[in-house]
């Protein structure tokens, strides 16, 4: 089992209204794809923090294997979402991949 972990910081130009439409974007468009990317058995988008955070949400997903996670980055289906929803909104990611 593979985990694979985002965390991901909004760009400042964003109203806090803006940012809770675009968090509520990336959550439904990310958890959208589960059944629909082979090898990925779960995947939650956490969008409430605490005031103490440094991230405006995270990713949080599973998958089978590294050669399932693989298939995800370049999946069409996820690949839509990242530049649809994602990455046009946000300044900076980080990134965990680990097997559990």
């Given at each position: ?5 985002i ?9 806090d ?6 968090k509520?974007?990336i959550?439904?468009?990310l ?10 058995t ?8 605490l ?9 949080d997903s ?11 980055a ?9 530049d ?10 980080t990134?965990?991949?680990?097997e559990?």
């Amino acid at each position: 089992m593979v985990k694979h972990i985002i965390l991901w910081q909004l760009k400042d130009e964003y109203s806090d209204e803006e940012k809770a439409g675009i968090k509520a974007d990336i959550k439904a468009g990310l958890e959208g794809l589960a059944g629909q990317i082979p090898g990925l058995t779960e995947i939650h988008v956490q969008t409430e923090h605490l005031a103490s955070s440094n991230a405006d949400l995270m990713l949080d997903s599973t998958f089978e294997d590294e050669a399932s996670l693989a298939g995800y980055a370049t999946h069409p289906k996820h690949v839509a979402v990242a530049d649809g929803a994602v990455r046009p909104y946000t300044k900076s990611r980080t990134c965990i991949d680990y097997e559990a």
